[in-house]
């Protein structure tokens, strides 16, 4: 049982680049969520997804896009990476959006140069 | 502002040992209260997950109370072992947002 996968683990890009980061989870959880995790900070919510068709934006969407492409994957799209999107993003899915645990991916590593 | 802090920042104990991290939130309206464990370069874990009308949830060797009157959390770690050096991190949910307040984590150590 994966759980939530995330593709790439690790990826460096040259700022003004685009780029898409990949989350899967097999758990057939109706809500899904991008985050992001920096030095001395606590995880921030980029956008999420409370169910299949739907997408919300969290507390710091600016400069990124989503796509929830089906029940299983929820995409986040960099259009014009920038250096302070430099972090570690992590995908994460729940079988609701209030009380229940979110399952977390391992994270992508994203540097932009 | 909604705001969750959590001390100590860090913390080293002896295997064997417990110890008790602390978290306070200023987070309202209150919806729930979570504990995740997070190992170095992998995503959090759900330890447990606390509503209002909760004051302890257990999870093993690990143990939560909350008190929503005083806006307090801890989490109990009971006879330490190795595998328990992680990152604590709590995470305070408002009512009619989805959007949650997590604090900066508390830094455990265990040394054998």
């Known amino acids: 049982n994966a759980g939530v996968t995330q593709t790439p683990k690790f990826q460096v890009l040259k700022t003004g680049q685009s780029m898409t980061l990949q989350c899967a989870q097999d758990?057939?959880?109706?809500?899904m969520y991008w985050y992001r995790q920096d030095p001395g900070m606590g995880l921030r919510l980029i956008y999420y997804?409370?169910?299949?068709?739907?997408?919300d934006k969290g507390e710091v969407p600016n400069g990124y896009n989503v796509s929830r492409l089906n029940k299983r994957e929820f995409s986040l799209r960099l259009e014009s990476a920038a250096p302070s999107q430099t972090s570690v993003y992590f995908c994460a899915s729940s079988g609701g959006i209030v009380n229940q645990p979110q399952h977390f991916g391992d994270g992508t590593r994203l540097s932009i140069l | 502002k909604n705001q969750v802090e959590q001390s100590p920042q860090s913390l080293i104990i002896l295997e064997g040992k417990n110890c008790t991290l602390q978290c306070n939130y200023t987070v309202s309206p209150f919806s729930n209260l979570r504990w995740y464990k997070q190992d170095t370069g992998r995503g959090p874990v759900s330890l447990t997950i606390m509503t209002f009308s909760e004051n302890t949830k257990s999870n093993g060797r690990y143990t939560a109370t909350l008190d929503a009157d005083t806006k307090q959390s801890s989490l109990h770690i009971t006879a330490s072992q190795l595998s328990d050096s992680a990152s604590y991190i709590c995470?305070?949910?408002?009512?009619?947002?989805?959007?949650?307040?997590f604090g900066r984590g508390t830094s455990l150590i265990v040394h054998p």
């Open positions: 997804s409370a169910s299949e068709g739907t997408t």
């Open positions: 758990m057939n959880h109706n809500s």
């Open positions: 995470v305070v949910l408002t009512g009619g947002s989805y959007i949650p307040t």
